[in-house]
């Protein structure tokens, strides 16, 4: 039986104006989860748009810092190079620069992929850590309640990379993917079933060499071996998009108050 996700796009003139929105998204979200149930779980990635926005959340000359009750946040990754935690091309050396060291999290509640170790091992790591966080049993897999998505030029997402193995799994929290095209490097990764079952899943996307891949993922034909960020399909069957009016250019336009809608049905 087919069934029918809603994609709500917001489309912002200049990359600050993504950034101020992004920033409100996560406040917006970490205090209904904190209201709600208690605790935030979020799960980021890396990139140059979180990176902007996780420095506008730990401004404290912005309005945004003051809002969120970081005691309630548990903070975790969608995905990370396999690289020690102080290496250029670590998505926590990114965050931690650019948020950790200035904001109230204690060590407890940070839950980083240990990219040092060996792949495999790495996520097995990891895996046993959330599984532990989230008190999880036998076959269950976590709901976090927000999941941040990059989207790449080649339409891959988290590092989930066209025609590589991650994508056909179906089972596991966190796997090892091998990313040949990406100087034969590995990566570790939630995983599709994983990313799907949060609460809320948005992408942040910049740039002009988003069109064609951010076109083709919500509006094109069903190719995720091609265009991996097809895989993306909540549970909640909403995805959201914040996005600079650049990246947007071939979406269809959006209304006078810079928001537009997609529903995708398979």
Request: charged share 25%.
């Amino acid at each position: 039986m087919a069934e029918t996700t809603e994609v709500l796009y917001y489309v912002d003139a200049t990359a600050e104006a993504v950034t101020h929105r992004a920033a409100q998204y996560f406040v917006d979200g970490i205090r209904a989860a904190a209201g709600a149930r208690g605790k935030a779980r979020i799960a980021v990635s890396g990139g140059h748009t979180p990176k902007n926005t996780f420095e506008m959340l730990a401004d404290p000359s912005a309005q945004y810092r003051e809002q969120i009750p970081w005691e309630n946040l548990e903070l975790y990754w969608v995905d990370e190079r396999c690289v020690p935690p102080d290496h250029p091309d670590s998505n926590y050396r990114m965050t931690k620069e650019a948020l950790l060291d200035k904001v109230p999290l204690t060590q407890a509640q940070i839950f980083r992929v240990r990219g040092e170790l060996e792949p495999d091992a790495s996520a097995s790591r990891y895996e046993a850590d959330i599984r532990q966080s989230f008190r999880l049993e036998g076959a269950e897999i976590p709901v976090f309640d927000m999941v941040e998505l990059g989207m790449g030029p080649d339409g891959h997402t988290a590092s989930l990379f066209p025609h590589t193995e991650g994508l056909h799994e179906l089972m596991r929290i966190a796997i090892a993917n091998h990313v040949p095209q990406q100087k034969e490097t590995w990566r570790v990764t939630l995983t599709s079933p994983v990313i799907n079952r949060a609460r809320d899943v948005f992408f942040l996307i910049e740039g002009a060499d988003k069109v064609a891949a951010l076109n083709r993922v919500f509006t094109g034909p069903y190719d995720p071996e091609t265009y991996p960020s097809q895989l993306i399909w909540p549970a909640g069957r909403r995805i959201s998009l914040l996005l600079d009016a650049t990246a947007a250019a071939a979406l269809p336009p959006v209304g006078a108050n810079g928001q537009g809608r997609l529903e995708i049905t398979r």
